[in-house]
């Protein structure tokens, strides 16, 4: 797939741009202050394949756990500023390896200029946010509202420019996903600064899925976007795996378990939604990537599981465990959990780890 080619961006450790993979992203949706624990979400975060963190700096109070977050995350940390320029500024100080703000609602030209001059001490990225709904005022009723955009971030991308800072990532997002479609297509043919990709106020999983498939997934298969987050009315542990598998989808992620298997029907002689369901967590912390089908009967089941590295399909009254095709295991569906992680371990370590 040919990439839309963009300049490096460092967002602590993580690198964007120039051909690196795309990074996931989610947005931290509870308070900060218990800051054990949120350490300890992001280390599982990280497990399951998210690489940055954002939160919400709301008022000064914040920044003390923030910064003892920075200090101990092993994941970079972005803090996300509204309408107070100080509070960007504290997030720096504190060590946010990359600040989100909209300039259009951090007011005066000189509070953006001041932000800027503190990025540049601390090596900070800033990441250029608009949403369609939140554009200046004299833009929100023109009918051409992916120009408006458009000349939006083109007059931030200028203020940052003139004061020679280009550690820039920009996102333009709205709830329409055609119009998140459009604009980004839009301005990934004009500029190179990293895109980071969403669709905003997406809505609960389904429909937030789908429209970052239609919008998203159009834009990473073409080659468009550094960095995404799949905006849910959910749980953060969804936002990442979806992205992850809207990545993998359009070969975008070249790591972890890919998924086959059935959706089951009146033939099933094994209950593939439970077991899929049993397994979730144990196949979405493996990095190596590896394919597994889960069938639920001989119609398909042992046709696709010749396609995997591994598979597992109801077969008469049986269970039983593909390699490559060729049957390894008979197994109860008592049994059947702890018997194929094993063998997927086994597979795993034969062909990565030898
Ligand atoms: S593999 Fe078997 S159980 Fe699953 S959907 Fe196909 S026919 Fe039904």
Not at 124 to 134: E, F, K, L, P, V
Not at 217 to 246: N, P
Not at 312 to 341: C, M, N, Q, S, Y
Request: with cysteine; charged share 25%; aromatic share 6%.
């Amino acid at each position: 797939m040919k990439r839309h080619m963009t300049q490096e961006v460092n967002i602590g450790s993580v690198s964007i741009g120039a051909g690196h993979p795309v990074a996931i992203q989610t947005m931290w949706d509870r308070p900060i202050e218990d800051t054990s624990s949120v350490l300890r979400s992001i280390e599982d975060l990280a497990e399951i394949g998210c690489d940055l963190m954002r939160f919400s700096i709301l008022d000064t109070a914040a920044l003390a756990p923030f910064s003892e977050i920075c200090r101990h995350s092993s994941m970079p940390i972005i803090a996300d500023i509204h309408f107070d320029h100080t509070l960007a500024i504290g997030a720096i100080e504190r060590g946010a390896a990359k600040i989100r703000i909209n300039p259009g609602n951090i007011g005066a030209r000189w509070k953006v200029d001041e932000i800027i001059r503190a990025s540049k001490d601390h090596g900070t990225a800033i990441r250029i946010g608009i949403n369609g709904g939140s554009l200046p005022v004299q833009y929100r009723k023109t009918p051409d509202h992916v120009g408006s955009m458009l000349t939006v971030i083109s007059s931030y991308i200028d203020m940052f420019e003139r004061q020679d800072f280009t550690s820039m990532v920009i996102s333009l997002k709205d709830s329409d996903p055609g119009v998140c479609y459009e604009v980004n297509k839009a301005y990934a043919q004009r500029y190179g600064y990293p895109l980071h990709l969403g669709v905003t106020e997406a809505g609960p999983l389904i429909p937030s899925v789908t429209k970052s498939a239609f919008a998203l997934g159009r834009l990473l298969y073409e080659g468009i976007g550094d960095t995404i987050r799949i905006s849910i009315t959910g749980s953060i542990e969804d936002e990442v795996t979806a992205a992850k598998e809207l990545l993998k989808t359009v070969g975008r992620y070249d790591h972890g378990v890919t998924i086959i298997s059935c959706p089951k029907c009146g033939r099933a002689g094994f209950d593939t939604h439970a077991f899929m369901h049993d397994i979730q967590r144990e196949l979405s912390v493996i990095k190596e990537p590896v394919t597994v089908a889960v069938m639920g009967c001989a119609v398909n089941g042992p046709g696709e599981a010749a396609r995997a590295d591994i598979g597992i399909t109801g077969l008469g009254r049986d269970v039983v465990i593909f390699k490559e095709g060729t049957i390894i295991a008979h197994v109860t569906p008592g049994e059947a959990k702890e018997a194929f992680l094993a063998e997927l371990k086994v597979i795993i370590d034969e062909k990565y780890h030898n």
